[in-house]
C-alpha cells in the first residue's frame, strides 16, 4: 500500500497526459486563437529536406504546443505555478511593476539577417519615394524598451538601440520622427496597455505630435487627449493570453474628427463613415475596434482640403493613430504589406502621394520575413 502511495503523484500525471493525447487525437486543429489574435500552427508539411535543416521538427514542436487540449488552461497553470515559485516570468512574459506584462525580447529573439534585409530595403524605398514625395519613417519602440523602469530586476531585453543606430545610417537626414524620444518624456502616462503589447490611443497621440513636429506642421486642433472617450475598461489583451492569468484590465479610447470621414476599405469591399467597428467591444479582440482590425488598403478622405495624399506603409501600431491624423490630409491611403501581394512601387505609382509615412513597431519590423521582399523597389 506504502508503494502505491509513492507512485501515485506519477500514476495521476501520466494519467492526464494520456487524457491529453486521448482528446488531441479526436480534436479538431484550431486556424485561429482569438485570445493571443494569432493564426496557429497547422500540421507541417514534411520532408527530406525539411527534416534536415530542421524545419519540420521546429514547426511540429509549435504545432503541439498551439494544438494541445485545453491549452488556455494549462497556460494558466504553468504561469500560477512558476508564480509560486518566485519566477519573475512565464511563457515569454515580464510580470513587470504597476501590473504591466511586458514581453520578453532578447538577441536570439531577433534574425539580424532579416532584420539588415528589411532596414536595407527601407533605405532604397525611402531613396526612390523621396524624389516625388517627403517621407518619414516613425519606428515606434516595444513597450518592453520604453517602459524598462517597469521590468523586474535583472531582466534581460533586447538593445533596440543598436536597430536605430542601423536604420539611422541607411536614412537620409531629418527622415526618422524621433518617436522613442517623445515616449520617454511621457513614460510615467499611460501609453501602453498593461495586457497587450500595442501602445495606447494616448500613445498614439504623443506619436502624432512627433510626427507633426518632424514635419514642421502646425498643430491645428484643440489638445485632443481631452476629447478621448473610453469605449471599454475590459480589454484584456495578446500579452495577457500568454499567461492567462488575473491581472488589471485596460481601458480603450478612441478619437472621433469633428469632419464626417470616408473610408473605403479593400479596393472597394465596403465604405463606412466611421473609425470605428464597436461590434468589436463585445468580443475577445477588442482592439479591432479599430477599423475592424488590419486591412489591407484603406483609402480615407473628408479632411482639409489641401490637395496632399499620405500614402502610409504600417503594421497594427498604426491602427490607432489614424484618427488624429486624417484631419491633416485631404485623401489618406494605408496599407498593410502584410496583407497585400504587391510591391510599394505599385502604390507609389497607383496614388501619386505628395507625403509618405512608414509607421511600424521596431520588433514587428525586425521579424518580419516578407516585408524586405515587398518594400524594395
Known amino acids: 500500500m506504502k508503494r502505491f502511495f509513492r507512485l501515485l503523484p506519477a500514476l495521476i500525471f501520466f494519467m492526464m497526459i494520456f487524457s491529453a493525447m486521448s482528446v488531441g487525437i479526436f480534436q479538431k ?13 497547422g500540421f507541417p508539411k514534411i520532408s527530406v529536406k525539411k527534416v534536415r535543416n530542421g524545419t519540420f521538427q521546429k514547426k511540429y514542436e509549435a504545432y503541439l504546443s498551439d494544438q494541445f487540449p485545453n491549452r488556455d488552461l494549462w497556460v494558466r497553470f504553468q504561469t500560477k505555478a512558476e508564480r509560486a515559485f518566485g519566477k519573475k516570468e512565464s511563457n515569454g512574459v515580464y510580470f513587470g ?12 529573439d531577433i534574425d539580424e539577417k532579416i532584420a539588415d534585409k528589411n532596414i536595407k530595403a527601407l ?16 519606428m515606434v519602440p516595444s513597450k518592453t524598451y520604453t517602459l524598462r523602469n517597469t521590468l523586474p530586476a535583472f531582466a534581460k531585453t533586447y538593445d533596440e538601440n543598436n536597430f536605430y543606430r542601423k536604420l539611422e545610417k541607411k536614412l537620409p537626414e531629418n527622415v526618422m520622427v524621433p518617436v522613442y ?5 511621457h513614460r510615467k502616462e499611460p ?11 494616448v500613445g498614439a497621440w504623443y506619436g502624432y505630435v512627433s510626427y507633426l513636429e518632424a514635419c514642421g506642421k502646425e498643430m491645428k486642433k484643440a489638445e485632443p487627449k481631452k476629447k478621448l472617450k473610453k469605449v471599454t475598461d475590459s ?40 473609425f470605428y467597428q464597436k461590434k468589436y467591444l463585445k468580443k475577445k479582440d477588442k482592439y479591432s475596434v479599430f477599423f475592424g482590425g488590419n486591412q489591407a488598403v484603406l483609402e480615407i478622405s473628408g479632411g482639409v482640403k489641401n ?9 497594427s501600431f498604426a491602427n490607432c493613430f489614424i484618427p488624429f491624423l486624417a484631419e491633416d490630409y485631404e485623401n489618406i491611403v494605408v496599407a498593410d504589406m502584410r496583407h497585400l501581394n504587391i510591391g510599394v512601387d505599385m502604390l507609389l505609382r497607383k496614388y501619386k502621394p505628395t507625403d509618405v509615412l512608414v509607421l511600424y513597431n521596431t520588433i514587428q519590423f525586425m521579424q518580419d520575413k516578407e516585408l524586405f521582399m515587398k518594400v524594395a523597389l
Open 191 to 201: 501609453i501602453f496597455y498593461k495586457t497587450d503589447h500595442h501602445w495606447t490611443t
Open 123 to 138: 533605405g532604397k524605398l525611402v531613396k526612390q519615394a523621396s524624389k516625388e514625395a517627403n517621407v518619414k519613417v516613425m
Open 307 to 315: 490637395k496632399e495624399t499620405l500614402l502610409m506603409i504600417k503594421d
Open 29 to 41: 486543429d484550431k486556424t485561429y486563437s482569438s485570445a493571443e489574435n494569432r493564426i496557429l500552427q
Open 97 to 108: 511593476k504597476d501590473g504591466y506584462l511586458l514581453e520578453k525580447y532578447t538577441k536570439e
Open 181 to 185: 524620444e517623445t515616449l520617454q518624456k
Open 235 to 274: 480589454f484584456l489583451g495578446t500579452t495577457h493570453a500568454k499567461v492567462n492569468m488575473y491581472s488589471q484590465k485596460d481601458e480603450i479610447s478612441i478619437y472621433e474628427p469633428e469632419e464626417e470621414m470616408t473610408v473605403v476599405y479593400n479596393l472597394g469591399e465596403k465604405t463606412e463613415h466611421t
